[in-house]
């Protein structure tokens, strides 16, 4: 197992900069999501830390040793990509055991890995087949991994391994890594733009968006304790809410008022807030249809609702403001339907309006 430690990197192309002074941890047999928007740095964090791409400044250490005149080869890193790039002239077999070849191992050595490798990846039985074409895309990408595997890698980098794949082979895989990484205690990384994939995968999130790690946390402190409107907008479906308005003071309470109606925060300890300028993250969750009783009781109308099976996501104007919410089952609500809601106090999560840092 091996520490990886990406400390202040920066990396351009061209006129693009990709990484920003980039700094990430993650602990010996660690399995950690870099998680973040198409075109975040996430790809190119990866292609420096397996060599493949040399930062234009930074260091990158494993267990305390910097590695950056360390060539690919010899980092003893394997990247694993969405891309599965099977040798389509080799067997399954074949492919398996191509890096093994290359390091000029005996035959019944590599035999020994394949086999084993296989077991752990469940395609024993796929190691006669002679074409990877008639794979079908979970096996091929069983295949591509077990490839990666056998070199027993000190890092597993894996480049959203499995976005190519249909929603049910997504649940099977994202269990299958997590099993993987227990049993093979190797140091894992994990890309991807779905914040979902990362909570199942991942034991700790590295939130990254125009090159820089937004907030580095546990997947419940970042749903939980945003750092900032980001984080907020970017983990959760449908996304959190957001209301604008300024905040006043009331007798035991903050009062947010949006020019079209006002709501009771229960928030404490905020100084220097009265008349300022916030936004406010209201997660659809927390907005309650049809409350019995509670705070901020509103009326709403329909605008549409999305059943989605275990699920329905209703749109709704409070006012000229639209918001989201979630409730259970299907549910039938109609166009212009006047509906009740309730927000409580403690749930909103209040913003700077020019910064859009977390405030309290």
């Given at each position: 197992?091996?520490r990886?430690?990406?400390?202040?990197?920066?990396?351009?192309?061209?006129?693009?900069?990709?990484?920003?002074?980039?700094?990430?941890?993650?602990?010996?047999?660690?399995?950690?999501?870099?998680?973040?928007?198409?075109?975040?740095?996430?790809?190119?964090?990866?292609?420096?830390?397996?060599?493949?791409?040399?930062?234009d400044?930074?260091?990158?250490?494993?267990?305390?040793?910097?590695?950056?005149?360390?060539?690919?080869?010899?980092?003893?890193?394997?990247?694993?990509?969405?891309?599965?790039?099977?040798?389509?002239?080799?067997?399954?077999?074949?492919?398996?055991?191509?890096?093994?070849?290359?390091?000029?191992?005996?035959?019944?050595?590599?035999?020994?890995?394949?086999?084993?490798?296989?077991?752990?990846?469940?395609?024993?039985?796929?190691?006669?087949?002679?074409?990877?074409?008639?794979?079908?895309?979970?096996?091929m990408?069983?295949?591509?991994?077990?490839?990666?595997?056998?070199?027993?890698?000190?890092?597993?980098?894996?480049?959203?391994?499995?976005?190519?794949?249909?929603?049910?082979?997504?649940?099977?895989?994202?269990?299958?890594?997590?099993?993987?990484?227990?049993?093979?205690?190797?140091?894992?990384?994990?890309?991807?733009?779905?914040?979902?994939?990362?909570?199942?995968?991942?034991?700790?999130?590295?939130?990254i968006?125009?090159?820089?790690?937004?907030?580095?946390?546990?997947?419940?402190?970042?749903?939980?304790?945003?750092?900032?409107?980001?984080?907020?907008?970017?983990?959760?479906?449908?996304?959190?809410?957001?209301?604008?308005?300024?905040?006043?003071?009331?007798?035991?309470?903050?009062?947010?008022?949006?020019?079209?109606?006002?709501l009771?925060?229960?928030?404490?300890?905020?100084?220097?807030?009265?008349?300022?300028?916030?936004?406010?993250?209201?997660?659809?969750?927390?907005?309650?249809?049809?409350?019995?009783?509670?705070?901020?009781?509103?009326?709403a109308?329909?605008?549409?609702?999305?059943?989605?099976?275990?699920?329905?996501?209703?749109?709704?104007?409070?006012?000229?403001?639209?918001?989201?919410?979630?409730?259970?089952?299907?549910?039938?609500?109609?166009y212009?339907?006047?509906?009740?809601?309730?927000?409580?106090?403690?749930?909103?999560?209040?913003?700077?309006?020019?910064?859009?840092?977390?405030?309290?």
């Open positions: 197992m091996t990886v430690e990406v400390k202040s990197l920066w990396k351009s192309f061209g006129k693009v900069q990709a990484l920003r002074g980039l700094d990430v941890t993650v602990e010996s047999g660690d399995i950690v999501a870099l998680l973040g928007p198409t075109g975040a740095g996430k790809t190119t964090l990866m292609k420096c830390i397996a060599g493949v791409e040399r930062p400044k930074g260091d990158i250490l494993f267990d305390g040793e910097s590695v950056l005149d360390t060539p690919p080869w010899e980092r003893n890193v394997a990247m694993f990509f969405q891309t599965y790039a099977l040798y389509p002239h080799m067997s399954v077999y074949d492919n398996i055991a191509y890096p093994l070849r290359e390091r000029k191992m005996a035959e019944n050595e590599i035999k020994d890995i394949v086999q084993r490798v296989a077991e752990k990846l469940r395609i024993s039985h796929l190691l006669g087949r002679k074409e990877p074409a008639t794979l079908s895309g979970g096996e990408q069983r295949v591509a991994l077990a490839r990666a595997l056998v070199r027993e890698p000190r890092v597993l980098l894996l480049d959203e391994p499995i976005s190519n794949l249909d929603a049910k082979l997504r649940e099977e895989m994202r269990a299958e890594f997590k099993r993987l990484h227990r049993e093979l205690k190797r140091t894992l990384i994990y890309a991807t733009p779905d914040y979902l994939e990362a909570f199942a995968v991942a034991e700790k999130i590295a939130l968006n125009e090159g820089q790690v937004i907030q580095y946390d546990t997947p419940i402190n970042i749903l939980r304790k945003p750092r900032n409107k980001f984080v907020a907008t970017f983990v959760g479906s449908p996304t959190a809410n957001i209301l604008r308005g300024v905040i006043k003071l009331g007798k035991e309470n903050l009062l947010l008022d949006t020019g079209e109606f006002q009771t925060l229960n928030k404490t300890g905020l100084r220097n807030i009265d008349g300022r300028e916030v936004e406010v993250a209201i997660r659809p969750v927390d907005v309650v249809l049809e409350p019995v009783s509670g705070q901020n009781l509103l009326r109308r329909v605008v549409s609702s999305e059943k989605l099976g275990t699920h329905t996501i209703v749109t709704l104007k409070v006012s000229n403001v639209e918001m989201k919410t979630v409730v259970k089952g299907i549910k039938n609500y109609r212009g339907e006047e509906v009740k809601i309730g927000i409580e106090g403690d749930k909103p999560l209040l913003f700077d309006a020019a910064s859009g840092e977390v405030l309290g």
